[in-house]
């Protein structure tokens, strides 16, 4: 597709022979300081790694708070563990596929270098294995146990994530993170479909509100990251945005997303999904965030992309804990099992 992208630097910023990165040293170092460490994790901790746990985290996290705001008070049990456990298991089946596929140039960054993958803990057929049994049982888990919706949308997110961005968008254009970055934002809606089986159209006006906010937040979260690791990118030749088009050009877009993001972050408040509480906590989250999204723009060092890039994390966090804490405590009754709690006063 003839991008620019540039021979890579080594580390001390001069160029490898013919132009060439220079990663052989870069995976025998980390994988030996991998190694070295005075205790190396287990076998099920191997597998645990290749299911990319801290993202997994996140995506779990914004589908259990679906879940719990599909409900007037707390969701039937069922729904919220078999439906916690087969979105669990579909996240880390297509996080796994996410680095069988991207092993090649995991070796080459220093940020994944340490996967079980390239280090070689783990073969190829054992996380493929392991891939396709947490998938294949997450399938069965929702569809029997939840519901089967929930099982197809499920479905649809894993393959959006692990074929279609993973082995396409990502190699193919710029703008992957925005376009493929549906699939990491759909957990919301796989939470409140575990919970109602979309029975009205407000259960998907409501369910695909929440997956908008976290897709208009990804591309300022990992466009953050991807600044500060941009030459981790360009050794492997991903065309992310700061490696084709310059960092300025993407902090701008960092910007204009922030600024989309925290225009979107204010729909639960207009459309009568969330009251005054969400309201606060949302504009309070959201000028911090403009704080670091305008401050990137001429950061104090390198490091503040990782600064922007680590609030992110804290905004989603608290922004769907806002829109519970608004569910839960401005509710006039809260059900729970056969009973049902009014407030007094």
Same mark, same amino acid.
């Given at each position: 597709?003839? %991008?620019?992208?540039?021979?890579?630097?080594?580390?001390?910023?001069?160029?490898?022979?013919? $132009?060439?990165?220079? /990663?052989?040293?870069?995976?025998?170092?980390?994988? +030996?300081?991998?190694?070295?460490?005075?205790?190396?994790?287990?076998?099920?901790?191997? #597998?645990?790694?290749?299911?990319?746990?801290?993202?997994?985290?996140?995506?779990?996290?914004?589908?259990?708070?679906?879940?719990?705001?599909?409900?007037?008070?707390?969701?039937?049990?069922?729904?919220?563990?078999?439906?916690?456990?087969?979105?669990?298991?579909?996240?880390?089946?297509?996080?796994?596929?996410?680095?069988?596929?991207? +092993? =090649?140039?995991?070796?080459?960054?220093?940020?994944?270098?340490?996967?079980?993958?390239? &280090?070689?803990?783990?073969? &190829? =057929?054992?996380?493929?294995?392991?891939?396709?049994?947490?998938?294949?049982?997450?399938?069965?888990?929702?569809?029997?146990?939840?519901?089967?919706?929930?099982?197809?949308?499920?479905?649809?997110?894993?393959? $959006? #994530?692990?074929?279609?961005?993973?082995?396409?968008?990502? =190699?193919? &254009?710029? +703008?992957?993170?925005?376009?493929? !970055?549906?699939?990491?934002?759909?957990?919301?809606? %796989?939470?409140?479909?575990?919970?109602?089986?979309? +029975?009205?159209?407000?259960?998907?006006?409501? !369910?695909?509100?929440?997956?908008? /906010?976290?897709?208009?937040?990804?591309?300022?979260?990992?466009?953050?990251?991807?600044?500060?690791?941009?030459?981790?990118?360009?050794?492997?030749? /991903?065309?992310?945005?700061?490696?084709?088009?310059?960092?300025?050009?993407?902090?701008?877009?960092?910007?204009?997303?922030?600024?989309?993001?925290? @225009?979107?972050?204010?729909?639960?408040?207009? &459309? !009568?999904?969330? $009251?005054? %509480?969400?309201?606060? !906590?949302?504009?309070?989250?959201?000028?911090?965030? @403009?704080?670091?999204?305008?401050?990137?723009?001429?950061?104090?060092?390198?490091?503040?992309?990782?600064?922007?890039? $680590?609030?992110?994390?804290?905004?989603?966090?608290?922004?769907?804990?806002?829109? @519970?804490?608004?569910?839960?405590?401005?509710?006039?009754?809260?059900?729970?099992?056969?009973?049902?709690?009014?407030?007094?006063?």
């Amino acid at each position: 597709m003839g %991008l620019p992208l540039r021979p890579a630097r080594n580390p001390r910023g001069e160029r490898s022979r013919r $132009g060439q990165p220079r /990663i052989t040293r870069m995976s025998t170092v980390a994988s +030996q300081k991998f190694a070295g460490t005075s205790r190396a994790p287990s076998r099920a901790g191997q #597998y645990l790694a290749a299911t990319k746990p801290r993202i997994v985290l996140m995506l779990v996290f914004t589908a259990i708070i679906g879940m719990l705001l599909a409900a007037p008070g707390l969701p039937p049990w069922r729904a919220l563990v078999f439906g916690t456990l087969g979105i669990w298991m579909a996240s880390s089946s297509a996080a796994a596929l996410n680095q069988l596929i991207d +092993q =090649r140039i995991d070796r080459i960054m220093a940020r994944t270098a340490h996967r079980p993958l390239v &280090t070689g803990a783990l073969t &190829t =057929r054992q996380v493929l294995t392991f891939a396709i049994v947490l998938g294949v049982a997450s399938m069965l888990i929702l569809g029997f146990l939840v519901n089967w919706l929930t099982a197809l949308l499920t479905f649809i997110g894993l393959i $959006g #994530y692990a074929v279609i961005y993973t082995a396409f968008l990502k =190699r193919a &254009t710029p +703008q992957n993170i925005v376009i493929g !970055g549906l699939a990491g934002a759909i957990p919301p809606l %796989l939470g409140w479909a575990a919970v109602t089986g979309m +029975q009205s159209s407000s259960d998907w006006a409501y !369910g695909l509100l929440l997956v908008l /906010i976290v897709f208009a937040w990804t591309p300022p979260h990992f466009w953050s990251l991807a600044i500060f690791r941009r030459e981790d990118y360009r050794r492997a030749c /991903i065309p992310m945005l700061p490696v084709v088009y310059g960092v300025e050009y993407t902090r701008w877009h960092v910007l204009f997303y922030t600024i989309l993001l925290v @225009l979107v972050s204010l729909l639960p408040y207009l &459309t !009568g999904m969330s $009251g005054l %509480l969400y309201l606060g !906590g949302a504009v309070v989250l959201g000028i911090a965030y @403009l704080y670091y999204a305008i401050r990137l723009m001429r950061p104090p060092d390198e490091r503040f992309a990782m600064s922007a890039f $680590g609030y992110s994390i804290v905004y989603l966090i608290a922004l769907f804990s806002f829109l @519970l804490a608004d569910h839960w405590l401005t509710a006039p009754a809260i059900h729970v099992g056969g009973y049902v709690l009014e407030r007094i006063g």
